[in-house]
């Protein structure tokens, strides 16, 4: 018999045994579906070059190309001296963090013999790329979609293209292949099974092959019989997802949006990304915000303004969890890096003393549980890996996801 005020070890072993017998499959599954967020660097942007402008010299040719808007046009509105050159460092040292070589709507429909040129061409120039002294961490293409009028074309390309560069090198850690105007379920199967294929033809390991999926359709997000696909697509993946990247502007038309009002803030943008948010959290699965179209071109007076609705948009996205988006323009490298920048080293003084007192058990004004502290070591691991912030203020953080999605 237990005695008073213990429980009853027998009770307690029964209804623990009755629990876990019950439960083993779904703590399986669960354990499986959602491991928590990755360790793995995450960029802050990717940047997307049409496959005819590509070349191994485009990454370096970025950086200064924005190095040069910042002479001609600086300061970047709003940010301090020692701010820019934070961000002149970047530009010099990695000025892109994630490179996609666009054969879709920035490269277009060309006869097939051109893209078939450019294919081989932009592979060969990536495996100069990468044999620079400071490639980018992350690289890949982005490939027509599975829709029917282009599904041939896509695939083609992205077996010659794969076909091209593992005859000179090696595929990459980093590399990924993005997977545009995914509508359906079965597009995604579909892209594991072509995957399989792939390697199995090119003598890759399995699974080495992984596509973010692009979310540019209505239809990605509420199905026909108005069930959310996201997460179900994610499953389609089989642990081949490496992102939900989502579309801006082509979801917006989709929806009949006029063009003047389409954005990233819209409340029809916000609703879908919030939606991927919600599908991709604890998978590790990384999810990036969409682009602005309005690039810093023109007269000095049209870059300042470019450059501060950008920085506007970038802080917007970094304060939503989106640490992620894409980038059409060199010169938008500028107001990316020192908005992301900021972002960081506002938060940095706040998220230290906050984890101090957190880890000596002090008692301030914000009750912090484990996964604040989870979410305020990965911000400061994130500061560092795009170097916002030094090595040392995030010395002895332990954070327990890093730098993942």
């Known amino acids: 018999m237990p005695t008073r005020g213990s429980p009853d070890p027998e009770l307690v072993a029964e209804l623990s045994g009755r629990a876990d017998a019950l439960l083993a499959d779904d703590d399986a599954e669960r354990a499986r579906r959602y491991p928590g967020p990755s360790s793995d660097r995450q960029p802050v942007h990717t940047a997307y070059v049409p496959a005819d402008r590509f070349s191994a010299g485009t990454a370096q040719q970025w950086g200064e190309a924005a190095l040069r808007a910042l002479d001609a046009h600086g300061p ?3 940010f301090d001296e020692s701010e820019h050159r934070k961000v002149r460092a970047k530009l010099a040292r990695e000025p892109v963090e994630d490179l996609r070589i666009d054969f879709e709507d920035g490269y277009g429909v060309r006869p097939d013999e051109v893209e078939d040129a450019a294919a081989v061409s932009s592979a060969i120039a990536l495996g100069e790329l990468l044999g620079t002294d400071t490639p980018p961490p992350f690289t890949g293409l982005r490939m027509k979609s599975l829709e029917p009028a282009v599904r041939r074309r896509g695939l083609s390309t992205l077996a010659l293209f794969l076909q091209t560069f593992l005859e000179q090198a090696p595929l990459p850690a980093g590399f990924r292949i993005t997977l545009p105007k995914v509508s359906s ?68 038309a989709s ?19 919030a939606v991927l948010q919600v599908a991709a959290a604890e998978t590790g699965i990384p999810v990036s915000d969409g682009s602005t179209n ?10 300042r303004d470019a450059w501060q609705l950008h920085a506007g948009l970038v802080r917007r996205s970094l304060e939503r969890g989106f640490y992620q988006g894409w980038d059409l323009h060199p010169a938008q490298l ?24 957190y880890h000596d058990r002090l008692e ?32 002895g953080t332990e954070p327990t996801s890093a730098i993942g999605g």
Do not use: N, W
């Open 76 to 78: 970047l509105p709003g």
């Open 185 to 252: 379920v079965r597009q995604v199967q579909a892209m594991v099974e072509c995957c399989t294929l792939l390697e199995s033809r090119f003598g890759l390991a399995g699974g080495q092959l992984r596509f973010e999926i692009q979310i540019e359709t209505p239809q990605a997000i509420l199905g026909p019989d108005g069930t959310g696909l996201v997460a179900p697509m994610i499953t389609a993946a089989a642990g081949r997802c490496a992102g939900l990247h989502y579309g801006t502007y082509d979801y917006s």
């Open 255 to 273: 929806l009949g949006i006029a063009a003047a009002f389409q954005s990233m803030t819209h409340p029809a943008a916000d609703h879908a990304k």
């Open 294 to 303: 309005v690039l810093p071109v023109g007269d000095t007076a049209a870059v």
């Open 334 to 357: 500028a107001s990316r890096y020192a908005a992301t920048f900021r972002f960081f080293t506002d938060g940095l003084a706040a998220a230290q003393a906050r984890l101090a007192a």
């Open 364 to 395: 301030t004004g914000i009750a912090d549980e484990p996964a604040t502290v989870r979410a305020l070591t990965d911000y400061l691991a994130r500061g560092a890996a795009c170097g916002a912030l030094s090595e040392e203020p995030v010395t």
